[in-house]
């Protein structure tokens, strides 16, 4: 299946529903934007004024026509509400066994907790499995939009909202922002990776189905490899390499490549040496030292970072110093 013109292609249970309903809409108004629009024309040129011919006094009203266009429309409209309250209700009601994915937004990005206690900047979840999101944001509104899913749900400061859904096929769809919140607001972006729900099943493209992927999330760092391999994990876990390179090119944010050790101007015109408490600084609280040359879009990581975790990250900045 392909993206269609106003679709991408769909993958959830809600689809067909919210689909149907969108086309039946669209081709009501195909119809009657042919219908009206084509008497319209035919009227004007047919009852257009003519040298010498007397206008005619109106005919008066026509009792079974003006009934006919006002009740089949009422009939269409009660359809469509139907339709549409039945989809409603079916996407706020989750069913009580759905997995549950707290999700926090932020200028400008997507944190997603699971309850084993992993944290990850993409959306995780099993297809073929009901998912609820309980979400909140951290400062202003934004809106959750996975297409793919047919779902869009505002999130607010201050209160939770939920949404849910259940993916059909494994797959990464987008995850996009769709409130206006701020200057990065259409960098808002993140995936929803939909894992094979089948532990017997490895996927076909070396994904590891959900529970493989879980268990590594909830604890990255691994007691048979070196440190830094867990904090490049981690790095990729949180999103960070969204943002930053471990091969020296300059993305959002500057390189992780042979940066530590160094010095880096900041904004402000102050300098700093590149070590330990930058790094753990620069993840907690990234505004208070922006590098020279880039804006501070960084959102704070504090609360979803565990100590250990900055450990190893600090870690694979000190491996990628030496590669
Ligand atoms: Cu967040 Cu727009």
Not at 68 to 80: D, E, H, N, R, T
Not at 115 to 132: F, M, R
Request: proline letters at 7%; aromatic letters at 12%; glycine letters at 8%.
């Amino acid at each position: 299946m392909h993206d269609s013109l106003f679709f991408q292609v769909p993958n959830s249970t809600f689809a067909p529903t919210v689909d149907g309903l969108y086309y039946f809409i669209f081709w009501i108004s195909v119809f009657f934007l042919t219908l009206i629009t084509s008497l319209m024309i035919i009227f004007v040129v047919k009852y257009r004024r003519v040298e010498g011919v007397e206008a005619q006094p109106s005919p008066g009203h026509n009792t079974l026509l003006e009934l006919g266009w006002s009740i089949l429309p009422a009939f269409l409209v009660l359809i469509i509400f139907g339709w549409g309250f039945a989809g409603y209700v079916d996407m706020r009601s989750p069913p009580e066994e759905a997995y549950e994915i707290n999700v926090t937004a932020s200028m400008w990005q997507w944190n997603f907790r699971y309850p084993t206690g992993a944290v990850s900047g993409e959306l995780h979840i099993p297809a073929q499995k009901p998912v609820k999101l309980i979400m909140q944001s951290k400062d202003v509104i934004h809106s959750l939009f996975i297409p793919a899913f047919r779902v869009k749900q505002d999130v607010v400061p201050g209160r939770y909202t939920g949404v849910w859904f259940e993916a059909l096929e494994p797959g990464t769809f987008d995850i996009l922002c769709a409130e206006y919140c701020g200057q990065q607001h259409s960098d808002m972006l993140s995936k929803v990776v939909v894992h094979n729900n089948d532990p017997s099943k490895t996927d076909l493209n070396n994904d590891p189905n959900f529970e493989t992927w879980l268990e590594d999330a909830s604890d990255p760092i691994k007691d048979n490899e070196p440190l830094y391999e867990s904090g490049k994990r981690i790095t990729e876990m949180l999103g960070c390499v969204n943002c930053h390179s471990s091969d020296g090119s300059k993305k959002v944010g500057p390189s992780f490549k042979g940066s530590f050790g160094t010095t880096r101007n900041l904004q402000g015109g102050k300098t700093v040496t590149v070590d330990e408490n930058y790094i753990r600084q620069s993840i907690l609280d990234p505004n208070s030292q922006v590098a020279q040359g880039f804006d501070p879009k960084m959102p704070s990581f504090k609360g979803t970072i565990k100590d250990e975790w900055i450990d190893a990250v600090i870690a694979y900045f000190k491996h990628l110093k030496k590669e």
